[in-house]
C-alpha cells in the first residue's frame, strides 16, 4: 500500500514569508509525527497528533510554528514569518494507534525547505 | 567517537563483511529503541526494533543488541552489501508520558565498496 506522503518536497522562499507543508499518512494511521532534520544531524521531533489532537507539542520551537489534523488524517505544518535558520528538511512520520510505546513510525520522504 | 555538525562517525567496509554500527543513549528510562536507514534524498526507513526486556533480536541479515547497563545499542548487518550504503540512526523511546517522541541519534555513515 501506499506509503507516507509529503507535499512539496522541495520549497525555497524568502525570509519573512509564511509555508505550508503538507503530509499524508499512511491510511488508517491514528497517530501522526513532524520531525526536523538540520543538515548533518538525526531527525528532531516536533509535534504528535493522536487523532486530531495534538498529544504532544513540545518540540515546537516558537509559536511561528503551528501544526494542524482537523480530521484526524492529513496534517499541515505551518511557519509564519520564516527565518534561515528555518531551512531543512521537514519529515512526517505515522503509526497505527499511536498508544504507548513500541509503536514502528513509518516516514515520509520529507519535505526541503529552504529559506532564502 | 561522537561528532558534531557535518562530521558524522562513519563506516567504510568491503562487500561481504560484517559491519557493526554503534550507539549510545541517553535516557536510562527508555524502553523501546529502533534503527532507520537513510538513503540520500529519502526519509528514515525502519530496519529493527527492540524492548528493553531483551538485550538481542534477530532479523535478516541484522541484529540489534542492547546493553541497559552502559546504555549502548548496536546493529550488526551481516554479509554487507552495496545497497546498505546509507546513515544509520538509532531512536530511543522513553514511553510513559513522553511515547512516541523519538530521540535520535547523530547517525553514522556506512559506506561498503564493493
Redesign the interface.
Known amino acids: 500500500g501506499a506509503g ?1 506522503s509529503q507535499t512539496p518536497s522541495n520549497k525555497v522562499t524568502e525570509k519573512g514569508k509564511y509555508v505550508e507543508l503538507r503530509c499524508d499518512p499512511i491510511s488508517g494511521h491514528t ?1 501522526l ?1 513532524w ?1 526536523r532534520q538540520s ?7 516536533l509535534i ?1 497528533f493522536q487523532g486530531t489532537g495534538a ?2 507539542d ?2 515546537l520551537p516558537n509559536d511561528r510554528f503551528f501544526a494542524v489534523r482537523p480530521e484526524g488524517s492529513v496534517s499541515t505544518l505551518k511557519i509564519q514569518r520564516t527565518e534561515r535558520g528555518d531551512s531543512a528538511v521537514y ?1 512526517c ?1 505515522s ?1 497505527l494507534n ?13 519535505t526541503r525547505l529552504l529559506v532564502l | 567517537g561522537e561528532s558534531v ?4 562517525p562513519t563506516l567504510s567496509v568491503q562487500e561481504g563483511d560484517n559491519s557493526i554500527i554503534n550507539c549510545a543513549y541517553s535516557n536510562s528510562a527508555s ?2 529503541f ?1 534503527w ?1 536507514k537513510q538513503e540520500s ?6 530496519i529493527i ?1 527492540i ?1 528493553s526486556n531483551m538485550d538481542k533480536r534477530q532479523g535478516q541479515r541484522v541484529t540489534v543488541l542492547l546493553n541497559k547497563t552502559v546504555k549502548h545499542l548496536s546493529l550488526q548487518i551481516a554479509a554487507t552489501q552495496p545497497g546498505d550504503s546509507a546513515v544509520y ?1 538509532c ?1 530511543e ?4 508520558t ?10 553514522t555513515i556506512l559506506t561498503v565498496h564493493p
Do not use: M, N, W
Not at chain 1, 543538515?39 to 521531533?45: A, D, K, R, T
Not at chain 2, 534524498?41 to 525502519?46: C, L, N, R, S, Y
Not at chain 2, 513522553?98 to 547517525?107: A, E
Open positions: 507516507v497517530a509525527y520531525y543538515l548533518g544531524q538525526g531527525p528532531e521531533f504528535y498529544a504532544d513540545s518540540g519529515l512520520a503509526s499511536g498508544q504507548g510505546a513500541g509503536e514502528t513510525q513509518y516516514f515520509g520522504p520529507g | 555538525g557535518l562530521h558524522l524502553d523501546y529502533i532507520y534524498g529519502k526519509g528514515p526507513q525502519f526494533d524492548r540512526f531512536a523511546d522513553a514511553g510513559g513522553s511515547y512516541g517522541k523519538l530521540t535520535f541519534g547523530q547517525g
